[in-house]
Every structure is written in C-alpha cells, then in structure tokens.
C-alpha cells in the first residue's frame, strides 16, 4: 500500500473520531464558533468590505498583477497626455492673441518675449 | 444599498460560519493530539477561532484553511509551553503525581486487526473493535513528533496541498514533503506492530 493510500485509510479513522465526539464537546464547540462570529467586525467597514470583494472577483489573483501594469501603463499616459494638452493650450492661447493682434503691451516690453517668439517659430 | 450591504455582510458571517463549523471538530481532535487534555483543546480551538473571525474575517474563504490552520497550531503550541511550565512546577511541587504515559504504554490492543467489512462493522463486536483499533490509531498519532503529526494531519487529513501545508507550517515544500513520509512510516510500523492492518 503506498504512502497516499496508507493515509487515507488513516484519516478516514479519524474522521470516524472526529464525528463522534461527545455531545457536550459538540455544544462547547458551537458555542465558540458562535463567539467567534458575534465578534467578527469587518476591518473596513461593510462598504470597504463589499468594494474589497467585489475587486477580488473582478481581479482574481490570475489577472491581478496584469491588471495593476495596465492601471499604471493608463496613469502614465494620462499624465502625458495632460501635460502635453496644457502646454499645447497655453501656446494656443499666445498664437490667437498675437493673430488677433490682442496681445498685452507688456509683452512686447518683456526682454525674453521676442527670444522666446523666434525659438518658438523656429521650432 | 444599505440592505444590500447587510445582505453581503451577512453571507460573509454565513461563509465564516459554515467554514468554522465544518472544521470545528476536526481541530478539536487535532488540538487534543497535541495537547492530551479536552479542556486544554477546547481553549485552543476557540482562541484560533476568535482570531480568524476578528484579524482574518474579510480574507477570502478559500484562504480560511491555511489561516485557521497556522493559527491553531501557534494557539496548541503556547498551549503546550504553558502545560509544560505548569508540569514542571507540579512535578517539582509533589513527588506523587502519576505518569499517564507508562498507563497508556499497557495497550491492549497489541493482538488485534482491523476488520473494514461493514457487516462485521455493524456488529457490536465490530462496533467495539472499531472503537480499539481507533483508539490505537489516536494513541500512535498522539506519539508522533509535532511536525510530523502537524504536516501529515494538514496535508491528508485537511487535504491541503504541500503549498497551503508549507504556508501554514512556515517551512519548506520539502520538509512538508519528509514529515509527510516519516509520520506515515512511522504509523504505519507502530500499527503492524500492534497487528493493526488497515
């Protein structure tokens, strides 16, 4: 008999034991499983419970680490493709007022401002 | 919302339950294994219970065996010290306390064989031989090392895998692995031994 086998036949003695405990053991034991429930307080909350499980079976452990690449992958081109709108927005706003010839007289007083004009034509 | 919150919260506390409850007696045996005392076990099997419910509730119910399993053994073992610091003041109080060992050493089972045809079972004389060669059984699962009997209880009679045993016991796959077979070569003499053939 192999090793697997021997230790079935074993614990299927002990389940044999394990059913027939006493009655009173039985109750004792009920009634700390029944402590031990009374007492269980979900650590979050019941809302950071329900969301926490609701992500363990949308993300089950399979996919989660694949899933948190792509979180990062869609924060770093969003913050990319941010960055680059504001600039654009900002150099658009320049352009429409020099077009519209509505740019501030200041402007035309600032040192850097026709430096910054040609190296922005240029580019 | 609200309701359906509670709904959920009560299926959690339903899982838990249902968990706790299938598992409860099993742990008891184990703890008694260990321990050799129904009220010591009993201690032990509601404090790891109470732990998984307050520190380990919200965890996943499939990773409620190998929680529950790593806290009882850590509960059965402080158990243990305390039993055995305790023993030792009792011993080095009172020189006229019995040895309960050499008493179960007077085993009266060592000519008798196991009978697995359930019509011989069903008889009284099954029935009482049934009840001796488990006894038999417990007492060799008893003598056992804590490992051994830890790893081979974990691993065939809570049917977890030598990952979840490994995890549980905080040791390698490996030695999961060799406390697995030494328990089981070691049984499996001690009840040859005894003419106990399963």
């Known amino acids: ?123 | 919302m609200t309701r359906l919150l509670k709904d959920f919260q009560l299926a959690f506390r339903a899982e838990l339950s249902a968990f706790l409850q299938s598992v409860e007696k099993r742990a008891f045996k184990q703890a008694v294994y260990t321990l050799r005392n129904d009220d010591a076990a009993l201690d032990a099997v509601q404090d790891a219970m109470l732990k998984l419910s307050v520190s380990y509730g919200d965890r996943p119910a499939e990773e409620f065996p190998m929680l529950f399993q790593r806290i009882l053994q850590n509960v059965v073992y402080d158990a243990l010290r305390r039993q055995k610091v305790r023993n030792t003041w009792t011993t080095l109080l009172s020189s006229f306390v019995g040895d309960d060992e050499q008493d179960s050493d007077n085993d009266p089972l060592d000519t008798l064989a196991a009978d697995s045809d359930a019509a011989y079972a069903s008889t009284p004389h099954g029935h009482y031989e049934r009840a001796r060669t488990l006894a038999a059984i417990e007492r060799e699962i008893e003598r056992l090392p804590n490992r051994q009997r830890e790893a081979f209880l974990m691993r065939y009679w809570e049917e977890m895998d030598i990952a979840e045993t490994a995890a549980a016991m905080g040791c390698s796959e490996g030695s999961v692995k060799t406390h697995c077979s030494r328990a089981t070569q070691t049984l499996a003499a001690a009840l040859k031994a005894k003419g106990i053939v399963l």
């Open chain 1, 1 to 123: 008999m192999n090793e697997q086998a021997f230790a079935r036949r074993v614990t299927a003695h002990l389940s044999a034991a394990a059913r027939d405990v006493d009655d009173d053991i039985s109750a004792r034991l009920r009634q700390a499983r029944e402590r031990a429930i009374a007492a269980h307080r979900p650590a979050h909350g019941i809302a950071g419970r329900f969301s926490g499980s609701v992500l363990r079976r949308l993300f089950p452990p399979v996919i989660r680490s694949a899933a948190m690449a792509v979180a990062i992958l869609a924060v770093v081109l969003s913050g990319d493709y941010w960055m680059t709108w504001s600039r654009v927005s900002t150099l658009q706003d320049v352009d429409t007022a020099l077009l519209i010839d509505d740019l501030p007289i200041d402007a035309y007083l600032d040192a850097n401002f026709k430096a910054w004009l040609q190296q922005d034509s240029h580019s």
